[in-house]
């Protein structure tokens, strides 16, 4: 669930910040959850729904989101290359627009099937489908490496 927050946020602090107000909502709404459905859909669901308020809210307000550009510690050898080779993912995940992003991180990512990162989204597996083909697309190109 934090991997799905920090890659929607592009921000592990504002990642934090999301997981805690799903799962707070998540509390507080345990009773409309129904049993034999899956509870990690049913929080990614919620989860993607507080990030698009949250953005909504951020776009009226007129602030922009600054990308939050951490250092990593590296202790051990060959960690420095691949830290730099994860913040080029990062980065170029980052510049995907937010329909491939989502895409992306819930299939490629996180492992949903297509049918499930399809209701979690709420758009037709063929929609989803597309997105993820671009999104996809568009991280080669951005890491340099032809489609």
Known sequence: MRRF?????????????????TIERALVNRG????GTRLDSWMYTMM?????????????????F??????????????????????NVGRAMARLPDEQR?????????????KEAAEIIGCPVGTLNSRLVRGRDAL????????
């Open 48 to 64: 993607r729904n507080i990030w698009i308020d949250e953005q909504r809210a951020r776009n009226r307000r007129g602030q922009t």
């Open 5 to 21: 927050a920090i890659g929607l946020s592009r921000s592990a602090a504002d990642g934090d910040d999301l997981c805690q107000a």
């Open 102 to 114: 989502e895409a992306v991180l819930l299939v490629m990512v996180e492992g949903y099937a297509y």
């Open 140 to 147: 080669l190109e951005l890491l340099g490496e032809a489609p």
């Open 66 to 87: 600054v990308a939050e550009e951490g250092g990593l510690s590296v202790g051990a050898e060959g960690a420095q290359e691949s830290a730099v080779e994860l913040g």
């Open 32 to 35: 409309k959850w129904q049993e």
